[in-house]
């Protein structure tokens, strides 16, 4: 879709309007009366920090909640819905980041579930050659008598934006599609929403991501707070400043400073580690590599390939199977946790409520749970509270967390907040090695800009760091070298990566594989 010549409102008829639309949950106003145009044949993205507001308006339209006020219209007409089953009827499907599939089930069976048609019989090769066809006339093939379980998440997603086509939507709601696809599957979405807007229909596109919002939206409608801080804004026209200026209200520094600097001694060193999941299944496969003092050495990889295993048996909250993890030459594999923090462990795991964190307790006792036991927090047996409340002030100055006093409980703190109390307290003890585990999800621009500036601190004041990301764009500034997760193994290790390399290593292509038959493109990055 060409974005120099941008659609003018005047002369493409409206789709749906919302008008004034209010929601509210318990000591939230989700949405206060906020304002949505969409236009037949656009792609029209929906942009927001975390808690914004995006998806609740978006369930609004799609039929599952019901809005306290405002005014809904589809073709002209006004409308109102009690359920997805009534927005589909007009031809409103939203397809969620959690796809909602059976595994032991077909395509074809997937898609043809909970229709009305066809009703007593079904003859399954006739519906199979349907669903190819509209697969192959929108860009999107799929095996129709595969069985979801057999296809990846990208082929999942095609089920899913099959399964609304089907049934006849006209406007397609996407919420984070990309957040588990690859870059090269996120290429192929991208060529088939295209697709669809030149066919009239029209794709709304709930993101947080500003470079994939300006490579795929025509439109823009920003969210803050509930309210709309932008309406229908052209991407030609516009910005990535401009647009997170308007998500979070100030100027956002995207592309950080990184000094050059050489590492150290290896401080990390996994050797053929082993490991199985929750459910007793073979998780991490035999990984090995070392990370330095004074360098950030990021790991790549989609959502669900052993980052999170790996992860865990570093911090000590999981046992390997096989293999060793040594911190400063000493082994902290199979230890308890307590161990590796002695010898200079700060871990900031991927779930900062549960994991992170305890929620009920206040900012104080969240930041003094690592030495606590050591002095000047504690004398013996007993804790000098004082000395416990300087240091938690000290470090709400120094790492600008924002609450309204350090007994508050962390529970009450936004996203980004919470995080920064979770840095404060591993940063604090100076470690020499830090794991971060999706530092920045769910993270306003602005916030991950905070959390981007604490990272690179640590590398310069000799930390070795492993930044475990699904952000690409966040490895690929912050890193020194990038090495990408599949199925529990290493598909290899780059310096200065290109985003096409990491992507088809993404995708199971090893490393040695890409070099060999690409050798004059890649060799120089290895």
Same mark, same amino acid.
């Given at each position: 879709?060409?974005?120099?010549?941008?659609?003018?409102?005047?002369?493409?008829?409206?789709?749906?309007?919302?008008?004034?639309?209010?929601?509210?949950?318990?000591?939230?106003?989700?949405?206060?009366?906020?304002?949505?145009?969409?236009?037949?044949?656009?792609?029209?993205?929906?942009?927001?920090?975390?808690?914004?507001?995006?998806?609740?308006?978006?369930?609004?339209?799609?039929?599952?909640?019901?809005?306290?006020?405002?005014?809904?219209?589809?073709?002209?007409?006004?409308?109102?819905?009690?359920?997805?089953?009534?927005?589909?009827?007009?031809?409103?499907?939203?397809?969620?980041?959690?796809?909602?599939?059976?595994?032991?089930?077909?395509?074809?069976?997937?898609?043809?579930?909970?229709?009305?048609?066809?009703?007593?019989?079904?003859?399954?090769?006739?519906?199979?050659?349907?669903?190819?066809?509209?697969?192959?006339?929108?860009?999107?093939?799929?095996?129709?008598?595969?069985?979801?379980?057999?296809?990846?998440?990208?082929?999942?997603?095609?089920?899913?934006?099959?399964?609304?086509?089907?049934?006849?939507?006209?406007?397609?709601?996407?919420?984070?599609?990309?957040?588990?696809?690859?870059?090269?599957?996120?290429?192929?979405?991208?060529?088939?929403?295209?697709?669809?807007?030149?066919?009239?229909?029209?794709?709304?596109?709930?993101?947080?991501?500003?470079?994939?919002?300006?490579?795929?939206?025509?439109?823009?409608?920003?969210?803050?707070?509930?309210? =709309?801080?932008? +309406?229908?804004? @052209? !991407?030609?026209?516009?910005?990535?400043?401009? $647009? #997170?200026?308007?998500?979070?209200? /100030?100027?956002?520094?995207?592309?950080?400073?990184?000094?050059?600097?050489?590492?150290?001694?290896?401080?990390?060193?996994?050797?053929?580690?082993?490991?199985?999941?929750?459910?007793?299944?073979?998780?991490?496969?035999?990984?090995?590599?070392?990370?330095?003092?004074?360098?950030?050495?990021?790991?790549?990889?989609?959502?669900?390939?052993?980052?999170?295993?790996?992860?865990?048996?570093?911090?000590?909250?999981?046992?390997?199977?096989?293999?060793?993890?040594?911190?400063?030459? =000493?082994?902290? +594999?199979?230890? @308890? !946790?307590?161990?590796?923090?002695?010898?200079? $462990? #700060?871990?900031?795991?991927?779930? /900062?409520?549960?994991?992170?964190?305890?929620?009920?307790?206040?900012?104080?006792?969240?930041?003094?749970?690592?030495?606590?036991?050591?002095?000047?927090?504690?004398?013996?047996?007993?804790?000098?509270?004082?000395?416990?409340?300087?240091?938690?002030?000290?470090?709400?100055?120094?790492?600008?967390?924002?609450?309204?006093?350090?007994?508050?409980?962390?529970?009450?703190?936004?996203?980004?907040?919470?995080?920064?109390?979770?840095?404060?307290?591993?940063?604090?003890?100076?470690?020499?090695?830090?794991?971060?585990?999706?530092?920045?999800?769910?993270?306003?621009?602005?916030?991950?800009?905070?959390?981007?500036?604490?990272?690179?601190?640590?590398?310069?004041?000799?930390?070795?760091?492993?930044?475990?990301?699904?952000?690409?764009?966040?490895?690929?500034?912050?890193?020194?070298?990038?090495?990408?997760?599949?199925?529990?193994?290493?598909?290899?290790?780059?310096?200065?990566?290109?985003?096409?390399?990491?992507?088809?290593?993404?995708?199971?292509?090893?490393?040695?594989?890409?070099?060999?038959?690409?050798?004059?493109?890649?060799?120089?990055?290895?």
């Amino acid at each position: 879709m060409d974005h120099s010549e941008p659609k003018t409102p005047a002369n493409i008829p409206l789709v749906v309007t919302m008008k004034g639309i209010v929601k509210r949950f318990p000591g939230v106003l989700a949405n206060d009366h906020a304002d949505f145009e969409l236009r037949q044949g656009e792609i029209h993205a929906l942009l927001g920090e975390n808690g914004a507001g995006k998806s609740t308006l978006m369930n609004v339209l799609a039929g599952l909640y019901s809005a306290e006020a405002g005014i809904i219209t589809v073709n002209h007409k006004e409308v109102e819905f009690h359920s997805p089953k009534d927005a589909i009827k007009v031809g409103i499907g939203m397809i969620h980041q959690h796809f909602m599939l059976v595994p032991s089930q077909t395509v074809t069976e997937n898609i043809l579930l909970g229709m009305d048609e066809p009703r007593f019989r079904m003859n399954l090769n006739e519906y199979d050659q349907k669903i190819s066809d509209l697969g192959k006339r929108f860009g999107m093939e799929v095996d129709p008598k595969a069985k979801i379980w057999q296809l990846s998440v990208g082929e999942q997603q095609r089920v899913e934006i099959l399964k609304m086509l089907y049934r006849g939507a006209n406007v397609l709601i996407m919420d984070e599609p990309t957040a588990v696809l690859a870059p090269q599957e996120a290429d192929v979405l991208f060529h088939t929403l295209r697709a669809m807007a030149a066919e009239g229909k029209s794709v709304i596109f709930i993101s947080h991501k500003l470079q994939e919002v300006m490579a795929i939206a025509d439109r823009v409608t920003v969210l803050r707070k509930g309210k =709309v801080t932008a +309406s229908g804004v @052209p !991407t030609a026209g516009s910005t990535r400043q401009e $647009l #997170a200026r308007l998500m979070v209200g /100030r100027d956002v520094v995207f592309q950080m400073e990184k000094n050059q600097q050489e590492a150290g001694e290896v401080v990390l060193k996994v050797q053929d580690l082993h490991a199985e999941n929750d459910k007793g299944l073979p998780a991490v496969r035999g990984m090995s590599f070392e990370v330095r003092a004074g360098e950030i050495y990021g790991l790549a990889g989609v959502a669900g390939n052993g980052q999170r295993e790996l992860s865990q048996i570093i911090s000590g909250l999981r046992k390997c199977t096989k293999g060793r993890v040594l911190l400063n030459g =000493v082994e902290i +594999s199979n230890q @308890p !946790t307590q161990y590796a923090i002695e010898r200079g $462990l #700060a871990y900031v795991p991927e779930d /900062r409520t549960h994991v992170g964190s305890a929620p009920n307790l206040s900012v104080t006792d969240n930041v003094i749970m690592k030495n606590y036991r050591r002095a000047p927090i504690s004398h013996g047996w007993m804790l000098d509270i004082p000395a416990a409340q300087s240091f938690a002030k000290n470090l709400k100055e120094a790492y600008n967390i924002i609450v309204p006093t350090i007994d508050t409980p962390v529970r009450l703190l936004s996203g980004g907040n919470l995080q920064r109390v979770i840095l404060a307290r591993e940063i604090s003890g100076k470690p020499a090695l830090l794991v971060a585990v999706q530092p920045t999800r769910g993270l306003d621009v602005g916030a991950i800009e905070g959390v981007h500036r604490l990272l690179l601190a640590q590398r310069e004041a000799g930390a070795a760091i492993l930044l475990i990301s699904e952000e690409l764009e966040e490895l690929l500034s912050l890193s020194d070298r990038v090495a990408v997760i599949y199925e529990g193994r290493l598909m290899g290790e780059v310096r200065d990566p290109e985003i096409e390399i990491i992507g088809l290593m993404m995708t199971g292509t090893p490393l040695e594989q890409i070099a060999a038959q690409t050798a004059t493109g890649v060799k120089h990055h290895v």
